[in-house]
């Protein structure tokens, strides 16, 4: 006689056969419970089939479930065609980050929240009471499980309630597409187009014109405007180059001592930079390369420039290198000269990514 056997005669009652016909699903289950030592003691509907309450839930949750498919669609819509590109000014691409937030909240809402009033509502409440046992798995208790797990299916009422599955399917196939969606991003449209965040305002204008670097006036700058040991925040001398349309063009411009000029040079030789500088004149981004904040504190002494956000620190004379703090990247230097009047322009844009690291970066 089997363990499951033995405990049920203990109790007094005679085990079912469960390949006996007439059983209903149930039974079954029951049986299974009771050989796997689980009393079921309260099982009923929350609602009863075919009743209005089912019907008003029914709609609520396929309601949910449509609403993620409709968000989780959006949500695809807005990550293909909506313009993405960075563009000067407040374009439409200010608004993408935000709507992909908006639109995968929701789709995760929806799914969430459905998925509970299902749970909650319209499955029923079970109340079971289970003694602790070991024992081996019989050809009856495989049957038990088989069944159990179609009961349990037959009570998620999709058979019953079609609505549910269709919305079901229509909500989550969507979402699955959005999870696919950025690992094939990059075949969708191509994430380098027109180079938006290679260039800053100093790339030369149509006709190969080279820019001036200019205060904050506007006025342009000559290199006895700036002392020995001195620096001066320069802009791209064109239309709203110090507007915040250009936020990636602020520079520092320093006039470097002749020994700290020449040690200068031979680390930019070596680096490749050999005519990035004109005379004993330098300049480097000031947008730090840790997290975009101005790095403009600089010390003529020790020549370091100083990040006041996160106490980054760069050595000017070294190619501007990090040397303390978070910053991993030297901030990229600005190849300079003086055009026929005397001014300073920029012989070519940044040749190195401004700004904070990204992934994109070579």
């Not at 009033?117 to 003694?131: F, M, N």
């Not at 299916?153 to 999870?179: C, H, M, N, T, Y």
């Not at 303390?324 to 230097?333: N, T």
């Not at 055009?339 to 970066?361: I, Q």
Request: charged share 20%; with cysteine.
């Amino acid at each position: 006689m089997s363990t499951h056997t033995e405990h049920q005669a203990q109790q007094g009652r005679e085990p079912l056969d469960v390949n006996t016909p007439g059983l209903t699903r149930f039974d079954i289950v029951r049986e299974g419970a009771r050989r796997d030592d689980i009393e079921i003691v309260h099982y009923e509907p929350q609602v009863v089939p075919g009743s209005k309450a089912e019907r008003r839930l029914t709609r609520t949750v396929a309601a949910m479930f449509l609403l993620t498919g409709l968000a989780a669609t959006a949500f695809l819509i807005i990550y293909i065609w909506w313009p993405w590109e960075y563009a000067p000014g407040r374009g439409g691409d200010k608004w993408y980050t935000p709507l992909l937030g908006v639109t995968l909240g929701v789709a995760l809402l929806g799914i969430g929240f459905g998925i509970l009033t299902w749970g909650k509502k319209l499955l029923p409440k079970e109340v079971s009471i289970q003694d602790r046992h070991e024992g081996a798995v019989s050809a009856d208790d495989r049957t038990i499980t088989g069944q159990t797990m179609l009961y349990m299916a037959d009570e998620l009422g999709v058979k019953r309630r079609p609505l549910l599955g269709i919305s079901l399917l229509a909500g989550l196939a969507p979402v699955g597409a959005v999870v696919a969606a950025p690992l094939v991003g990059g075949l969708i449209s191509d994430p380098h187009k027109n180079n938006q965040m290679f260039t800053t305002g100093f790339a030369p204008a149509e006709g190969g014109q080279k820019i001036r670097l200019v205060r904050e006036d506007g006025r342009p700058v000559r290199p006895a405007d700036i002392s020995a040991g001195g620096q001066l925040t320069v802009f791209p001398g064109i239309e709203h180059g110090v507007s915040n349309r250009h936020a990636d063009s602020p520079t520092l411009l320093i006039h470097l001592r002749d020994s700290d000029a020449q040690e200068s040079r031979r680390n930019n030789e070596r680096e490749g930079h050999g005519d990035y500088m004109w005379g004993n004149y330098a300049a480097f981004s000031k947008i730090c390369t840790h997290a975009g904040c101005p790095a403009s504190l600089y010390e003529q002494q020790t020549n370091r420039l100083l990040c006041p956000c996160h106490q980054s620190q760069f050595l000017i004379t070294d190619n501007a290198r990090p040397i303390f703090g978070p910053a991993s990247r030297r901030l990229p230097q600005l190849p300079i000269e003086v055009d026929a009047e005397g001014y300073f322009v920029a012989k070519s844009d940044y040749t190195e990514t401004v700004g904070p690291d990204f992934w994109e970066r070579p």
